[in-house]
């Protein structure tokens, strides 16, 4: 995805959009309900997003690429703290 910006030299600019990702999961508040998951943005060059959100040890969380769908998805286990 592109976005097209004019100038002020009537030059133009092509910038290209990342669209986020969304993070939900019982280690989440989002829980397992993929409509709700949480957004995580873009904020840089090449793969870096970000979110503030508590997580909660030894639970599960994925990342999907499309709100509302389980495809494509990425899946970790948080580990428990040490004792």
Known sequence: MYRRSLLSDHSY???VLIPPIYL???GTS???DNTKA???VHIGDGGQFA???HLTAGK???FI???GAWAPQWELMLPEPAK
């Open 51 to 53: 979110i503030v959100e």
């Open 60 to 62: 599960f969380i994925k």
């Open 30 to 32: 989002a829980g397992w």
């Open 65 to 67: 690429a499309d709100l």
């Open 24 to 26: 939900l999961g019982d």
């Open 38 to 40: 949480l957004e995580v």
């Open 13 to 15: 600019e092509s910038v």
